[in-house]
């Protein structure tokens, strides 16, 4: 008999645990992430901007770990979308976080913070920084020309840390190129 209790204990533990494999617990930081990104001064679509998510596991004892990454360019209207970041270990989807770096040559980057601090607090920045408005619920991401002053701008681009794999930031890398034979002409 109490071998039977054992069995419903663990398949009741089974039945509450294995459905937050695929929830959207946390849903800001994993995903989805959609939106627009609009130069800051004309307010027109930006079209090639890398849009990339470096989702990373956080631990107590040693910080955080690169669980996976995903980058897409935004279309002729400004518009991109990652979606969801997903996985059937119910532990790594409440400690995963996804960073957001948004990146084109001759801009400046926005760089590195949960997206949903980016919507609800523009990373702690003065509102309308980084966000122009909503639009279908999604944010428009504006977008500032890079600064004139090479020392700020070449600083800028520095900050620009593609985490994961070649294969996951091959449009990151080619946009910190583009920047860097910009910045530093043969």
């Known amino acids: 008999m109490e071998h039977l209790a054992a069995k419903w204990v663990i398949a009741l533990m089974l039945i509450l645990i294995i459905p937050l494999g695929w929830t959207d617990t946390e849903a800001g930081y994993r995903g989805p992430f959609e939106g627009w990104i609009v130069d800051a001064e004309t307010k027109e679509p930006v079209e090639g901007v890398v849009v990339f998510v470096a989702w990373l596991q956080g631990h107590i004892d040693s910080g955080r770990t690169d669980v996976d ?30 960073l957001v770096t948004i990146f084109k040559s001759g801009y400046e980057p926005i760089i590195g913070g949960p997206w949903d601090y980016l919507l609800k607090g523009e990373w702690g920045m003065p509102q309308g920084t980084y966000i122009w ?10 977008l500032h020309r890079a600064s004139t002053d090479l020392k700020k701008r070449r600083l800028d681009s520095s900050r620009v840390n593609p985490r994961g794999s070649d294969e996951n930031t091959r449009l990151l890398r080619q946009e910190e190129d583009k920047e860097h034979n910009v910045l530093y002409p043969k």
């Open 69 to 98: 990454s995903a980058e897409t360019p935004t279309d002729a209207r400004g518009h991109f979308f990652i979606p969801t970041w997903w996985s059937f270990n119910p532990w790594k989807n409440f400690t995963t976080e996804g």
């Open 133 to 142: 408005k909503f639009q279908e619920g999604k944010p428009v991401i504006l």
